[in-house]
């Protein structure tokens, strides 16, 4: 089993900046995609950003150029951070890790239980 951890979120205001971190434990070994999602009261979960174990990355066109996806595998963890953030990236953010080496749109194998991230304006 794979548990994922996510910190960073809280509050902060339009054009500011926030990185979150999802921390990997358990049977690490199985995991290969990480990425992160979100998901605002009424709408779908939809991807924000993801990478592979090899360092490809995906990112939804609404947040190229500001946000940015990484991972740091000696610690088991990754991060995304996120730029000139706007009331529309207001969300739960969630970890995922994936047992295939593909970033999906619809989702990952494990979650993590997300942490909320407000825009004010």
């Known amino acids: 089993q794979v548990q994922l951890v996510e910190s960073g979120g809280g509050l902060v205001q339009t054009g500011g900046s926030l990185r979150l971190s999802c921390a990997a434990s358990?049977?690490?070994?199985?995991?290969?995609?990480m990425g992160w999602y979100r998901q605002a009261p009424g709408k779908r979960r939809e991807l924000v950003s993801g990478?592979?174990?090899?360092?490809?990355?995906r990112y939804a066109d609404s947040v190229k150029g500001r946000f940015t996806i990484s991972r740091d595998n000696a610690k088991n963890t990754v991060y995304l951070q996120m730029n000139s953030l706007k009331p529309e990236d207001t969300a739960v953010y969630y970890c995922?890790?994936?047992?295939?080496?593909?970033?999906?749109?619809?989702?990952?194998?494990?979650w993590g239980k997300g942490t909320l991230v407000t825009v004010s304006s």
């Open positions: 990478i592979t174990s090899v360092g490809i990355t």
């Open positions: 995922g890790a994936d047992r295939s080496d593909y970033v999906a749109l619809s989702g990952m194998d494990y």
């Open positions: 358990g049977s690490i070994f199985s995991i290969n995609a």
